[in-house]
């Protein structure tokens, strides 16, 4: 059966935002909003699978609806809402909890390294995290989900357990009226430079919101100043930028702030380095900053304004969990009965 194009994402907000969830999500959702039917989710219920403060995590999700509309989403065209909002994500996910296995959990590497040597006193919920993300995503039969590289092992669990719900219940869901599968294959959206921003001081790490230096994330609301320092002080190799992206095989530093100029400034790494190819980290840098501030101080302004305006934030979030569960409802229906729940 033929499906709507439309796209979910979303972002935890179990810490505050980087340039790594602007260049890999926020900054890519914006374009497909005028060719998709859009939805963007502040996963609140995520967040909780470790601890947050309860204050922290409402200025959080506030903040990040508002930095989603301050990078260009529009309210009136995305449906932007907080997760906890909309039951059906948590029933769904339920639901989904019965139908993938526990094998397919233990093998993802988020759950490893968050969970580290502490496996046994992790929550229940943070193993079960990647069935939630897919009721997220499923919940609205989405086709498309733009992330960042870390998540393509998730969307490999989400396209898993479509597979399996459409397998397990093929019965059922013919007799519903459905022809062929009841959710569709979800297809990842990561390609473009930066999908993965590294940490600034160690090009092995990816840049996170808890990293262990405060000079190795740029966090949106840095101001100008800081900004500026921080890439200054980025970690870099001795030798000048090659001339084209294959020079900077093995060089993760260069490579990553290669990657940051381009999708700051719309091109392409090679057209970045036709630019700046045999040139020193003196040249390089001080125009990177330049840019990453030109980028992100007018983001960080307006999102100040929004979060300040909270009468305004619950009207939008209020209205965007509205229509997500006209969505979500009847596909909810659906679900109880192809499982076999008496309504
Ligand atoms: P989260 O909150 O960790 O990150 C939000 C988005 O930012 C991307 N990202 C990065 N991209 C490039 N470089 C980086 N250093 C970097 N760090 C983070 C992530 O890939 C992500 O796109 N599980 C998800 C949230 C989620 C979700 C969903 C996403 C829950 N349900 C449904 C999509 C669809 C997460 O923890 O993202």
């Given amino acids: 059966m033929a499906f709507t194009p439309r796209v979910f994402s979303g972002i935890k907000p179990s810490g505050d935002l980087h340039l790594g969830n602007y260049l890999g999500a926020i900054r890519r959702f914006v374009p497909l909003q005028d060719t998709h039917e859009t939805i963007y989710c502040v996963v609140d219920m995520h967040a909780i699978t470790v601890w947050q403060d309860p204050e922290d995590l409402r200025r959080r999700t506030y903040e990040i609806a508002a930095a989603y509309i301050a ?57 079960a995290y990647p069935s939630l993300m897919a009721a997220d995503i499923l919940l609205y039969k989405a086709t498309g989900v733009p992330v960042g590289e870390d998540q393509k092992q998730h969307l490999e669990l989400t396209r898993d357990i479509a597979k399996k719900f459409n397998h397990d219940f093929r019965k059922q869901i013919s007799a519903a009226g459905f022809e062929g599968d009841f959710f569709p294959i979800t297809e990842t959206l990561a390609t473009g430079p930066a999908m993965r921003v590294k ?23 840095d101001d100008a100043d800081m900004i500026a320092k921080k890439i200054k002080r980025a970690t870099t190799d001795a030798e000048a930028l090659p001339s084209e992206a294959a020079g900077l095989a093995g060089r ?12 700051l400034s719309n091109q392409t790494v090679d057209q970045v380095l036709a630019e700046f190819g045999g040139k020193g980290w003196g040249a390089f840098k001080p125009a990177l900053g330049e840019l990453a501030v030109a980028v992100l101080s007018p983001i960080a302004e307006e999102m100040k304004r929004l979060v300040a305006d909270r009468g305004e934030m619950d009207r939008i979030l209020r209205d965007g969990a509205d229509r997500a569960r006209a969505i979500a409802q009847p596909v909810m229906e659906d679900v109880r009965n192809i499982v076999g729940f008496i309504r």
């Fill in 252 to 263: 993760s530093e260069a490579e990553n702030l290669a990657g940051i100029y381009a999708a």
């Fill in 199 to 221: 940490s600034l001081k160690d090009g092995s790490k990816k840049m996170s919101k808890s990293a262990e230096s405060d000079l190795s994330t740029i966090y949106m609301m």
């Fill in 71 to 127: 990078a260009g989403l529009d309210p009136a065209k995305s449906i932007i809402f907080n997760q906890s909002k909309v039951m059906e994500h948590a029933e769904l996910s339920w639901i989904f909890n019965c139908v993938a296995r526990m094998g397919w959990m233990s093998r993802m590497t988020q759950f490893k390294d968050k969970a580290g040597e502490n496996s046994e006193n992790v929550s229940l919920g943070l193993f």
